[in-house]
Every structure is written in C-alpha cells, then in structure tokens.
C-alpha cells in the first residue's frame, strides 16, 4: 500500500475540517477525491503534504509513518503534492522553472538533463515555451508547468490539488489524457469539484463532505449514485 490514512483529524485553531477520514491508496491506482467547496479537499491534501500538522490520526508513506515528518522530506521520500493555484516563478522562464524542480530531488538517479527531456516528451507545448516567461504562460500552461516541475522531483504518489480549476472544457480534456500518461508510472490522489478528470482518469473514487468520506468505490458505482449525480450535476 502507498499511502495509508488512518482517522485523520485536522484544522486551523479550534476549528476542525477534516473529521476522522480512513483512505488508502494503494501502488497504481488513481484516486480521485471528490467534493464540493469548502468541504476541506486542500486541507486533506496538505496535511498529507505536511503543509499544516494533523490533530490526530496516523499518515503512512510505503510502510513508514509520517505523521510528523516535515514537508520537504515527505517530497525526498517520493509523496508530492500540486498545490492549487499553479505557482511558478513568473519571472523565470519555462526551462528555469524546470531547472528549479529538478534541484528539489538532487541525490536522483537520473541527471537532471535527462529528467527535463522526460517531462518535456511528457509536457512536448512545455518544450515549445521554454524561453518563455512562466507568468505569460495560459492557465493550462502553468499547471501542465506547476505538474512537470512535480514530475521532476520522481514522485511515488503525486498529489493533485484541483488541476482543472479554472480551465476551459477542451484543455481539461487534455489534462486528463496527460493525468492517464502520467499514471502509467505514478500512483495519483487527486482532489476535484468537478466530475470530468475523476470520470476520464480514477480507478477509484471517493466523495468527501463536511470533512468526511461519504461514499467510495468504482467510478461507475460513484458518479451513477444519487446523491453525487444530484449533488454535481444539479439533477
Ligand atoms: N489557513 C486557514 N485558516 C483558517 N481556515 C481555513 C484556512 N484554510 C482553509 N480554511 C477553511 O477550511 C475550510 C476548508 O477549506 P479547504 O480549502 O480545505 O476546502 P476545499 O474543499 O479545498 O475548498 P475549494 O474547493 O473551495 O478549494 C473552509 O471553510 C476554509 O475557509
């Protein structure tokens, strides 16, 4: 198993958001999380990422407990998360970007040469763009950039923090065709509101509301359910 969470329990301050969540990801799969806003997605996601401690509950990574293991060593130890908003350094051009990902994981086996002209074979518009500036880029750009820097770090499981936010419908189906390319070699969990990436990429769903899973299975089984057919597409 890659990732296992037990009764995870997490918030800001007095407030808890996340109430007890049990998920396992096991080696290949593709796991989309789904949930409508606010329902405490990112939390889930960077509390995994280290990115804010958990209240209680354990977080294992391929055997190990990680419960309070710091960020940048859950990244060196193959869990990396895409955080929403697909940050880059806007300054910087697209292969300086690149350059940045690839340094996160310096002991790599692989040269950082060779790992820029993987992802670029990956992300081939990316190639396209190089000497441009990251902050030109389109929406769609920027996260197949904020995705290839994470691929340059050669993550285990890859976390993926609403990637089709903001995209038009034509370029989610593209970041989708690319989520599937990816999943060939990399375990994913991926937070969505909206249905088509879970629906074109999971191997397994699983519906979080008010900080609690709610339902899981197969994709069929999910998005044929009721209460998620009435919940995300308003019939
Ligand atoms: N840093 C913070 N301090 C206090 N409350 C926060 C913080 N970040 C998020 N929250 C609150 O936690 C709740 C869950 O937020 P979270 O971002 O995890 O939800 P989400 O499911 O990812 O939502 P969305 O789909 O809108 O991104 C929200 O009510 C939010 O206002």
Redesign the pocket.
């Known amino acids: 198993m890659s990732l296992v969470v037990k009764q995870l329990v997490a ?3 007095e ?1 808890t ?2 109430h007890g969540i049990d998920l396992e990801v096991e080696q290949g799969e593709v796991v989309a999380v789904l ?12 509390t995994l990422a280290g990115l ?1 401690p958990a209240t209680s509950g354990q977080i294992r990574f391929e055997g190990r407990d990680i419960t309070r293991t710091r960020a940048h060593r859950r990244v060196q130890q193959g869990l990396v998360l895409v955080p ?1 908003g697909q940050q880059s350094f806007p300054a910087m051009s697209v292969f300086e970007n690149l350059e940045l990902g690839a340094r996160v994981r310096a002991k790599s086996a692989t040269d950082t040469t060779d790992r820029i002209a993987a992802v670029i074979d990956l992300f081939p518009r990316l190639g396209e763009r190089r000497n441009q500036a990251a902050g030109t880029l389109s929406g769609g750009e920027r996260q197949m950039l904020a995705i290839a820097r994470a691929m340059l770090t050669e993550p285990s499981v890859l976390m993926l ?2 990637p089709s ?1 903001g995209l038009a419908p034509i370029i989610i189906d593209q970041l989708a065709e690319t989520i599937n390319e990816i999943a060939r070699t990399t375990t994913i969990l991926v ?1 969505e ?1 909206n249905l088509t990436i879970p629906s074109i990429c999971a191997s397994r769903i699983v519906v ?1 509301e008010e ?1 609690a899973i709610s339902l899981g299975g197969s994709p069929d089984a999910v998005l044929s359910d009721d209460r998620v057919v009435h919940a995300y597409l308003g019939i």
């Open positions: 918030g800001y301050g407030r958001i996340i949930g409508t806003n606010g329902v405490g997605k990112s939390t889930l996601l960077r804010q929403e923090d609403e936010q937070v509101q979080i900080g």
